[in-house]
């Protein structure tokens, strides 16, 4: 994989650093491709290719099934430079490496399970993915009781349902679905299924049909008496551990949008510096007005970067204070979102009219960052969670 596990303050520098370069050198890649499939709601077979290749799709598998066992700090940092140049595939396939990194974390699964999936991980380029989303559930983290059933049969498991946003769904070697487990003389309550994406049963609906992040494949994934093995059924991703893993959406998720953000304030800026309109003898980046609003653009990044890396620094460094920081997750993507959105905004005020042109990437980094506001926890969770914490409530 090119990704050394040695360990020590200079050499987790170091790999941090060839991280990032390996993220770079595809980000550049996909940039020529990402407004291609934006505009035909396509998904990037190629891209999944070579980051498996490459050994990316597998740099959350732990070391001992051939992975390259990074943190969530590393993670956030390479997820943060491949969205720069394709937000779609860095926020689909961060879905994919987040969930392997929290399983490796907390090991909830029998490990002949999770070892069968971080083989098929590093060997094939497998995806995995929690489609766990519904249409009339809402989201999954308020509790309450999805409508696609596992019913019990005399050999194991009747799976039917429908999930919506499925990231990933036309390319998705595992599915992580979340059910109401239906028993004679019991109460239905949540269960959590492993399986094959290409279990008889299973098929890909194309629904997704979105205004931002358009290649990630988000489409609904229909479940029609799908039968599976007793030991299909396997224990959520929580754990009593400090953070129970949480860090890993917590860093990796919000560092995507901070990358596209980045990538509309670069392209403003460049903008900036040779745009010359008739009349005027300097490039408009000599303008005062534009020179603030590139300004406050430069502070809402500062501001957002500061935060998600100092809380992931913390996160690694002092993992007795994991459960302390927990509110620090939520402060990390409620700034990262709405500065990242506001970035976007300042960054076509810098352009004009212009930034919206399809020819250009700008409207399509507009458009992606608005995703970042149905990512959980969504703005009204993460206040509350913020201010249960600053009020000491539990």
């Known amino acids: 994989m090119g990704i050394s596990t040695a360990t020590g303050a200079g050499a987790e520098t170091d790999r941090r650093t060839r991280l990032v370069a390996l993220a770079g050198e595809m980000a550049d890649r996909f940039a020529g491709r990402a407004a291609t499939h934006d505009r035909a709601n396509t998904f990037p077979f190629e891209n999944f290719q070579e980051l498996h290749e490459s050994g990316y799709l597998a740099l959350t598998v732990p070391p001992e099934y051939g992975g390259g066992g990074i943190d969530s700090l590393e993670l956030a940092a390479a997820q943060e430079r491949l969205a720069r140049g394709d937000g779609s595939t860095a926020l689909a396939a961060g879905m994919h490496l987040l969930l392997v990194g929290r399983l490796a974390t907390v090991r909830p699964w029998p490990e002949e399970a999770f070892a069968e999936v971080c083989c098929d991980i590093v060997e094939h380029g497998a995806l995995i993915n929690s489609v766990h989303s519904?249409?009339?559930?809402?989201?999954?983290?308020?509790?309450?009781?999805?409508?696609?059933?596992?019913?019990?049969?005399?050999?194991?498991?009747?799976?039917?349902?429908?999930?919506?946003?499925?990231?990933?769904?036309?390319?998705?070697?595992?599915?992580?679905?979340?059910?109401?487990?239906?028993?004679?003389?019991?109460?239905?309550?949540?269960?959590?299924?492993?399986?094959?994406?290409?279990?008889?049963?299973?098929r890909v609906e194309e629904t997704w049909d979105n205004h931002g992040m358009r290649a990630t494949g988000s489409h609904d994934l229909v479940l029609e008496d799908v039968r599976l093995p007793e030991s299909a059924l396997v224990p959520d991703t929580g754990a009593p551990v400090p953070g129970?893993?949480?860090?890993?959406?917590?860093?990796?998720?919000?560092?995507?949008?901070?990358?596209?953000?980045?990538?509309?304030?670069?392209?403003?800026?460049?903008?900036?510096?040779?745009?010359?309109?008739?009349?005027?003898?300097?490039?408009?980046?000599?303008l005062q007005t534009v020179q603030h609003r590139v300004a406050e653009m430069e502070l809402l990044l500062l501001q957002a970067r500061t935060l998600l890396y100092d809380t992931a620094e913390r996160w690694q460094r002092f993992p007795e204070e994991r459960d302390a920081l927990g509110w620090r997750l939520a402060a990390v993507k409620y700034t990262v979102s709405n500065h990242?959105?506001?970035?976007?905004?300042?960054?076509?005020?810098?352009?004009?009219?212009?930034?919206?042109?399809?020819?250009?990437?700008?409207?399509?980094?507009?458009?992606?960052?608005?995703?970042?506001?149905?990512?959980p926890p969504i703005d009204d969770a993460a206040l509350s969670i913020i201010g249960k914490a600053a009020l000491g409530l539990e």
């Open 134 to 202: 519904e249409p009339d559930l809402g989201s999954p983290s308020r509790g309450g009781l999805p409508s696609t059933t596992a019913t019990r049969t005399a050999d194991g498991w009747r799976i039917d349902g429908r999930k919506r946003w499925a990231s990933l769904a036309p390319a998705l070697g595992w599915v992580y679905a979340l059910a109401a487990v239906v028993e004679d003389g019991k109460e239905p309550r949540r269960g959590n299924f492993l399986l094959r994406a290409d279990t008889p049963g299973v």
């Open 244 to 286: 129970g893993g949480k860090d890993w959406g917590g860093f990796a998720g919000p560092a995507v949008f901070l990358g596209v953000a980045t990538a509309a304030r670069d392209f403003a800026v460049a903008y900036a510096n040779e745009r010359t309109p008739n009349g005027m003898a300097h490039p408009i980046a000599h």
């Open 340 to 375: 990242a959105i506001r970035v976007g905004d300042l960054a076509l005020r810098v352009t004009g009219s212009a930034g919206l042109s399809r020819a250009l990437p700008l409207e399509r980094h507009v458009r992606d960052l608005r995703v970042s506001i149905g990512q």
